[in-house]
């Protein structure tokens, strides 16, 4: 029988609870479980599930119940709610494959013809729908507004990339799945060039450049300058410059401080003109950004 002290390491990562079958993998019968629980060491929380004695109660402690009740994923308002899209929904919805089915009581339960285990990550040990599988089941439950919203938010803080986004939209498409529209809807609302960007701070600056009327640049650029390849994030060819944009991870070692002075040093021999934005340059002063950078592009113009 398994050391009591390795189920409880366990139910700790599992949010205080144990399945029948891990208990019975340990060596335990069902009378020696229904004995655990006569005496106050276990409790039965649903069919197959039980919490061990002195655990709080929580929300992610009931999502985590009915994952392991229905052998389910977290999903739709749930998953939103781990990935931090909302903070409001309590209610508790998970999906199964299909043609599986469950009955958990206080939790919704979808039967997905289209989960697939690339679908599937994990939330503070709870199994639940990516990032953008998420967004997409979102489109069927909530108005485009709102998706719209929770997906501005997840491309700003580099949980989804639009990319990724696309290509969940043309596989569950194929289906014919609901929600879809929604999502392809709202994708569509993102400025052009997005799905070439690698990261939420440059779909910001290619809304920036939207929102102020400036040409649009060429994202991702790849040029060779003294032998080397590069990759500029955002460059107006003609004019010779570029837009390279810096996340918060930015110039965290000397030897990358090294790196990149290097690489805008040969820029700047090649002729080519910088700029350079933070995070913070684009959330709080997005219009001096903007007319940093028209300034810029009008005085090399006239040149």
């Known amino acids: 029988m398994a050391n009591f002290i390795e189920l409880r390491a366990t139910a700790t990562r599992q949010h205080g609870l144990l399945t029948a079958e ?39 402690q009931d999502v985590m119940i009915a994952v392991l009740a229905g052998d389910a994923t977290a999903s739709h308002r749930t998953a939103s709610r781990l990935w931090g899209f909302r903070t409001v929904d309590d209610e508790i919805e998970v999906s199964v494959r299909f043609p599986r089915s469950a009955s958990l009581a206080g939790a919704i339960v979808h039967r997905s013809r289209d989960l697939e285990p690339a ?6 040990g709870v199994a639940v729908t990516t990032p953008e599988r998420t967004i997409c089941d979102l489109g069927l439950i909530f108005p485009e507004h709102e998706v719209l919203r929770i997906l501005r938010h997840a491309v700003a803080t580099e949980l989804v990339s639009p990319r990724d986004l696309w290509m969940m939209r043309q596989r569950t498409s194929k289906q014919g799945r609901n929600g879809t ?19 939420g701070l440059e779909v910001q600056f290619l809304e920036i ?84 950078l028209a300034d810029l592009l009008r005085f090399v113009q006239k040149k």
């Open 209 to 292: 450049c939207d929102r102020f009327s400036i040409v649009r640049p060429v994202p991702q650029l790849p040029v060779k300058v003294e032998g080397r390849n590069y990759r500029l994030d955002f460059a107006w060819i003609a004019e010779r410059v570029f837009v390279e944009i810096d996340g918060a991870a930015f110039h965290s070692t000397s030897q990358q401080i090294a790196a990149d002075g290097g690489r805008q040093n040969a820029l700047v021999r090649a002729g080519w003109t910088p700029l350079r934005f933070t995070a913070a340059d684009l959330s709080d002063r997005p219009s001096q950004c903007a007319k940093t």
């Open 181 to 199: 529209g929604v999502l392809e809807r709202v994708l569509d609302a993102l400025p052009d060039g997005a799905d070439f960007t690698e990261s």
């Open 119 to 124: 679908d599937v990550t994990e939330v503070d």
């Open 22 to 60: 891990q208990l019975l993998k340990a060596g335990y019968t069902k009378r020696m479980v229904a004995s655990r629980v006569d005496e106050g060491v276990l409790r039965r929380r649903a069919k197959g599930v039980v919490q061990l004695a002195g655990t709080r109660e929580t929300w992610l």
